[in-house]
Nanobody, 126 residues
Framework: QVQLAESGGDLVEPGGSLRLSCSAPGYTLGYYGMSWFRQAPGKEREGISCISSDNTYVYYADSVKGRFTTSRDSRKLTVYLQMNNLKPDDTAVYYC???????????????????WGKGTPVTVSS
């Protein structure tokens, strides 16, 4: 059982930046397509980004495109979500998830994930 752990959530002012991390102690994430989701209070969980297991394909939802960047370290132990120009609408609990899909594609689909982290809260407020 792969246990994912997110970190890096915080309170930040509008226009600020945060970097979230996702890892699974004892496991390499290189075999999985990795996704980031977020869930704001009263809203459904939203898939915002994913990266293929070979790092050749990255997807972004329109709501974050141009502001967020997903990457994976060279040893494939950690996946990152760099969030810039944060807005109050970005306030949510952010989750990483692993998809058992090896290759050059991924899908930030709630129903396609095999493993989930417990989430890290991000609050954007002045």
């Amino acid at each position: 059982q792969v246990q994912l752990a997110e970190s890096g959530g915080d309170l930040v002012e509008p226009g600020g930046s945060l970097r979230l991390s996702c890892s699974a102690p004892g496991y390499t994430l290189g075999y999985y397509g990795m996704s980031w989701f977020r869930q704001a209070p009263g809203k459904e969980r939203e898939g915002i980004s994913c990266i293929s297991s070979d790092n050749t394909y990255v997807y972004y939802a329109d709501s974050v495109k141009g502001r967020f960047t997903t990457s994976r370290d060279s040893r494939k132990l950690t996946v990152y979500l760099q969030m810039n120009n944060l807005k109050p609408d970005d306030t949510a609990v952010y989750y990483c998830a692993a998809q058992m899909l090896h290759g050059s594609t991924c899908a930030a689909d709630v129903n396609a994930m095999a493993y989930w982290g417990k989430g890290t809260p991000v609050t954007v407020s002045s």
